[in-house]
Each structure stands twice: as structure tokens, then as C-alpha cells.
DNA sequence: TTGTAGGCGTTATCAG
DNA sequence: CTGATAACGCCTACAA
């Protein structure tokens, strides 16, 4: 292994010039700085990580905590982690996945995700830095990124009003989280802004269900009517339920939440508010390290985007 | 930080008996040894990760490298990470996730999946312990752990023989990938063996596309066929289009590969094959280990099963 | 069985 | 602007 005192023999400099020349070049000479830098160059010098974990006690480590199960949690998790761990690599973290909370370890952050309202009390005692994924009540004062859900359904419901449909009616979940309650909110606020009337049913999140509940109401449904559901896993059993009629879009609109791979693999594709993971996974961790390096505390919500595809007209 | 130091000073022994009494404890004496763990437990020591690294020029790090694009190649993935990184980290590694083939990083052992052909060549240069996932031609010698894709098919295509549908055929994958290639074999193998004419076709590993498929040679299906699918994906698609008659399972019977996510949310649900996604993980990661510490090479197949569901008859 | 000395690779500090 | 020294926390090698 190549270290320091390899490049400073190589250069005829001391250690410290070389650790100079890399983590503060403007306190070295442009020409000895030329001649270290060509140096690290020839011998093919890497920083050791460990060694500088040791002595800046620092381990640069991110703990990525999921705290549901994730079997049940499908794709969306896949998608967010790829991108947190390449946002970390790049400014020299390691990404360690975690399904427990187990705050004794040599970790410099944590970000938290799957958490439950139980859950809160323990993680406000840990004194790590931490940022949640999910938007948590302001009393726990825990920094928190988001996507802005009540937008987000705020956003479905104008467009299927804006596509013309008459009626326009909300499929939410059962599940008692915050993000559920924002995302009926979203739809609930917009219909009163444009004068309608809202009507809203609830199943547990899964395609199935969604289904049958579409057979149990169809006769009460009246064509031209838009459908905004909670996620995308709702959605697809809407669409199924509506689709052996072919009445999709001309008859009814539905749009899904979190455009991750079964807004892709539904028919007719699915118009969804898409999470922006890429830009959640670099808010994600641009919180963090602001607590780690100048301890700002941020509650961060970020825009979703509708995207529009064959399960609502075209306006 | 509390540290070997502070443990020794409440033992009153040297930090050495204390270092032994946690990596030699048969070193010590009995009486010392009880005396150290107390003290262990009165102080709350836990061992630095990063000091222990250094001094062992291990980082106790495992690198999971995913070669090709993530966001095509759904769920997965997620479940895969997961259990892998709660094995390893049982075994005090750190799991570190990174979406590039950069050799030169301090790890001390790299995960490979997601890989082409092309890449073999340039990952067996790479001289630091590896596995990959997914089964690699012999004559890199790289050692790798897949589940028995071929066997797999095979099941899948007794199944269908079994429960009584008179003709099988297969929906394989256009990709020239090693793994699609074994599972095709393991149908014409098993046709052969009961003596069956056996029929392929092959479709992009998407669900729109096998709807397509279907809908072309619909009418020269006989009824009483069975469809053996090379993923979940195109299933999801061959049930689409045949959901519309509803003469799944009596006439069309349906077995996908994978049994990740898209099996629970077809409707029906898909008879599939399923992938053993914690042994998986814990396959890869013993392999691993094996080599770091003996360095043995192996290459491991693992067993799917088949999971019997509403696509296909009951037998 | 136990303790001492030295070093892993890096950086902060202070002296020149 | 540059260099020597000590320290981070631990473990191997050797000594007692």
C-alpha cells in the first residue's frame, strides 16, 4: 500500500507537506505543490480513509435506517438508496444499510426512513445527527425531508378537474401516517378551492382491495368521473377494476402517487405524481452533512411532478 | 470516547490484557478475565471499528456493486441489499453500496452484480476478493452464486405438465444473458424429457410487450396451454391479455420467475418461481468471507422453489 | 500470564 | 512556507 511517506520520499518533502498539499493547498509553494502533485501522480497515492477516520475521529459513515418492513415497502426503496449512495460516495461517505436502531455505533450520521409515530420518542434521545425521511409532527423538532404530499395530490386533483372531468373522487389508505393524511388533505383543500363536492373512500394499500372496492361502487360512479388515488399500488387496482370496460380515459381518469416501476407496468400506464428520489436522495443528504459541518436543523419539503400518461385525457 | 485505556485504568491491568481479553480470552486468567469484563460493561466500551481497522489493514467494508441501471431493473434489488447488508453486518462488516467498478478504493471485498459479459474481463484484473451474483462462465474462474436458474424453468415447466395443460410453451427474453439462456434450457430439457414438442418465443422483458405477444398468437393457442415465463415481467403481460376471457387457470395456465413484488400484484396472482433471496444473500456473503479467510473459490447454485398460486391449475 | 514498546497512516500543533 | 513531533485507538512482537 502507497502512503504518504511514499509520495514524500518521491518528492523530497516531508509528510505534512503532502498532507498539506491535499487538504490545504493554498498553504503550500505552487512549485512544491506541482512537484507533489506529479509525485502522487507516479507512485498512485489514495488517502487511506481509515487512518484519517482515526485521527479526525470521524468515521464517514451514513447509517441508513429502514425501520418497516421492506418486503411489504416494494421498489421505491431500491431506487432512493442507489441514490443516496452516490451522492454520499462522492463527497467521501460510506453508505451502511440498517434495519435496527442501534445508536451505539461508530456512525457520524443516520437517516432514518419507515418510521413510525412510536418511533419518534427513541429517535429524538439518540444524539447522533440524524435527518428523517418522512415528514414528522414539528413538536420533536427532528429535521425532516419530504416530498410535499398535499401538493402532490393537490396537483392530481387540478389536473383530472382541468381534463375536464365532472366528478372528481379520492382513494386514500387506512394507514394512520402523516403522509396519508397530507395526501387526502391535498385533494380535500382543491376541491373546496374549486367549489366541488369531495367524496372519499379508503382500503388498506393494496391492488386487490382497491379492485374490489371499484366493483362494490361502479354502479354509483358516474361516467366522467376522475379518480385520485393515494399511491400507484391503489391505482392499478382501480385500473384494473375499470379496465375490462376500456372506459380508461374517456370514462374515467385516475391518477397514482410515487411513480416508482408500477406506474411503468400498469395498461393503460398510469399519469402519477412521480417522488423526485434523485433530488430527495441529494436534499437527504445535503441536510445531513449541513447539521454534521455547521449544525443547521432543517425541515425540507420537496415539489413532486406530475407526470401525465394514458390513464387521464389530455387536456 | 471511551477506549481500551479507560478500561484497563478501572481494571487496573494494561490495555493489553484488556485487548487480549476481547480477541484471546483464553490468554487470561480466569479472575483477570471476569475483573476486565466488568469493567467493560461498567465503562460501556465498545471497540473502534476504524483503530482495529488500521492496525489490521482491514476496513471490514464489502462493497455491493450494481453494474447495470438500476431504475429498469426493479425490485429486486431492494430486498437483495437489505438482507444482505443485515448478514454482514451480524459479522461486524460494513456494507457499502456504489453504482461504479472503481477497483482502487479501500475494500476489502466486492459484491458484483448487474454485470454484462464485457465487464468479466475487467473484473477478474481486479485482484481484490469478489463474488458475483450471477452465474459466470467457467473459464474466468470468478467465483460466483445464482440461483438454479435452469432448474427453475424446469419446475416451472413440470408444473404446468403435471396439472394437465396438454401444450407448454415458452416466453423467453430477447438479451443475450447467460442467465436467460439456462432458463431456457431448463424448459427444452424438461419438454424433451416428457417427450413434449416444445415451442419458444421471445419478447423484451417487458410486461406491454408479452401482452402484444399474446394477443398476436392468441389464435393459434390451443386451449389447455401452458405458458412458461421467463420473468414475472412478461407473466404480468401474458395474464393481461388473457385476463380479458378470464380463462386463467382453466384454459392458460401462467408461472412466472422471480416471485419479487410484481408476483403479489397481478391479478391473479402469479404461480412463480421464487428466488431465495435471503439464502441468497447469505450464500453470497459466506462465499465471501470463505475467501477472505481462506480464500477458497466456489461456485454456489441455490435452489428456487416453486410457489403455486391462482395462474395455474391446482393439481 | 501479563506488560512494554512500537507502529498502522494520517493530521494538528508548534517551531523554525 | 515547511518540517518534526505527538496523538488517534488498537494490536503484534517481544520481554519479564
Redesign the interface.
Given at each position: 500500500?502507497v502512503n504518504l511517506a511514499d509520495v514524500a520520499r518521491q518528492a523530497h518533502v516531508s509528510k505534512m507537506t503532502v498532507s498539506r498539499v491535499i487538504n490545504h493547498p493554498n498553504q503550500v509553494s505552487d512549485e512544491v505543490r506541482d512537484l507533489v502533485n506529479q509525485a502522487i501522480k507516479a507512485v498512485g497515492y489514495?488517502p487511506?480513509?481509515?487512518?484519517k477516520?482515526?485521527v479526525n475521529?470521524q468515521?464517514y459513515?451514513i447509517q441508513f435506517i429502514?425501520l418497516e418492513d421492506?418486503?411489504t415497502?416494494?421498489?421505491?426503496?431500491?431506487?432512493l438508496?442507489?441514490e443516496i449512495?452516490?451522492v454520499l460516495?462522492q463527497k467521501g461517505y460510506?453508505?451502511?444499510?440498517?434495519?435496527i436502531l442501534e445508536p451505539?455505533s461508530?456512525v457520524d450520521g443516520l437517516i432514518v426512513s419507515g418510521w413510525r409515530d412510536s418511533d419518534l420518542e427513541r429517535l429524538s434521545a439518540i444524539n447522533v445527527p440524524m435527518v428523517l425521511y418522512g415528514q414528522a409532527p414539528t413538536w420533536y423538532d427532528l429535521p425532516y425531508v419530504d416530498v410535499n404530499n398535499r401538493m402532490g395530490t393537490s396537483l392530481a386533483t387540478t389536473h383530472l378537474i382541468e381534463a375536464g372531468y365532472k366528478k372528481v373522487i379520492y382513494i386514500g389508505m387506512t394507514m394512520a401516517l402523516p403522509f396519508v393524511w397530507e395526501r387526502e388533505q391535498g385533494y380535500l383543500e382543491t376541491m373546496a378551492k374549486h367549489h366541488l363536492v369531495s367524496r372519499t373512500y379508503d382500503v388498506s394499500n393494496h391492488?386487490?382491495d382497491a379492485?374490489k372496492l371499484i366493483q362494490n361502487i361502479i354502479a354509483h360512479l358516474p361516467k366522467n368521473t376522475g379518480i385520485v388515488c393515494a399511491t400507484d399500488?391503489i391505482a392499478?387496482g382501480v385500473v384494473?377494476a375499470l379496465k375490462?370496460q376500456s372506459q380508461i380515459p374517456e370514462n374515467y381518469g385516475v391518477v397514482g402517487f410515487d411513480g416508482v416501476?408500477?406506474d411503468q407496468?400498469t395498461?393503460p400506464k398510469l399519469t402519477t405524481i412521480k417522488q423526485p428520489f434523485r433530488q430527495l436522495a441529494n436534499t437527504l443528504v445535503s441536510n445531513l452533512l449541513n447539521q454534521l459541518h455547521h449544525s443547521e436543523l432543517k425541515m425540507e419539503l420537496i415539489q413532486p411532478r406530475l407526470v401525465k400518461r394514458d390513464s387521464t385525457r389530455q387536456v
Open positions: 500500500m489514495q487511506n480513509r481509515i487512518a477516520a482515526l475521529q468515521n459513515v429502514v421492506i418486503a415497502v416494494e421498489p421505491n426503496y431500491a431506487i438508496l442507489l449512495a452516490e460516495n460510506t453508505l451502511e444499510i440498517s434495519t451505539n461508530h391492488s386487490h379492485e399500488r392499478l384494473r375490462a416501476f408500477i407496468i395498461s
